[in-house]
């Protein structure tokens, strides 16, 4: 079975720019997670999604924005980019919001230069 | 305040010497407790799952145990390709969002 996949692997954007991550997660789990692991730190959480609908938000600014689909996938958007949201974003899903386990994506590593 | 925390933060072994890593928790009313392993540039990779104090759990060289405000991964006989980032995390206590250590990276030199 196909884990989680996210896309794109990379992407370089400039400041002040907009971003779109994307993310499916295993068939038939229903919760997006969305994390952010800047270099030498554990993944900060940033959203989860559970049938379409915001169930938990971290302590990140309102740049930040995500929505989840009918088929569960998920996105993940970023406006007005700055130098300090370079990470690599990582993606996890669960069977249901409190599903105790998440599997994660390969990530996303965005560059804003 | 919930946090959890890792010790060391790098560790360097010898191919067969066998060490332990730490990860102490505050959050109260563990919902688990989560081992990661995380290879360069890539996603956390699930280990393992602790639930209940006492409980122990194992996988070819590891083995994860957990008691009321600790967890700890054991590894024995480590093999270079055992070299990665060992992440643990545990839900907060509104369980909405899993919270993660630093990770300590681990090298094993042959």
């Known amino acids: 079975d196909a884990g989680v996949t996210q896309s794109p692997t990379h992407l370089i954007k400039t400041r002040g720019q907009q971003v779109t991550l994307r993310c499916s997660p295993i068939s038939g789990h229903k919760s997006v997670s969305w994390y952010q692991q800047v270099l030498g730190q554990g993944p900060q959480f940033i959203f989860q999604?559970?049938?379409?609908?915001?169930?938990g938000r971290g302590n990140f600014p309102d740049r930040f924005s995500a929505r989840q689909f009918p088929n569960y996938s998920s996105e993940l958007n970023v406006n007005a980019l700055l130098l300090g949201d370079s990470a690599l974003y990582l993606c996890?899903?669960?069977?249901?919001?409190?599903?105790?386990?998440?599997?994660f994506g390969p990530g996303t590593r965005l560059t804003v230069t | 305040e919930d946090q959890v925390t890792q010790s060391p933060e790098a560790l360097r072994l010898q191919e067969g010497e066998s060490s332990s890593l730490n990860c102490s928790y505050t959050v109260s009313g563990l919902r688990g407790l989560f081992w990661y392993r995380q290879d360069p540039g890539k996603g956390p990779e699930f280990l393992f799952t602790?639930?209940?104090a006492g409980e122990e759990k194992e996988k070819e060289r590891l083995k994860a145990t957990l008691t009321k405000k600790e967890s700890f991964l054991h590894i024995t006989a480590p093999k270079p390709e055992d070299s990665a980032t060992y992440l643990c995390?545990?839900?907060?206590?509104?369980?909405?969002?899993?919270?993660f250590g630093k990770g300590t990276t681990l090298s094993v030199s042959s």
């Open positions: 995390a545990t839900w907060n206590q509104a369980g909405t969002a899993l919270i």
């Open positions: 999604y559970y049938e379409k609908e915001e169930r």
């Open positions: 602790l639930y209940s």
């Open positions: 996890a899903s669960s069977f249901n919001e409190r599903s105790y386990e998440q599997y």
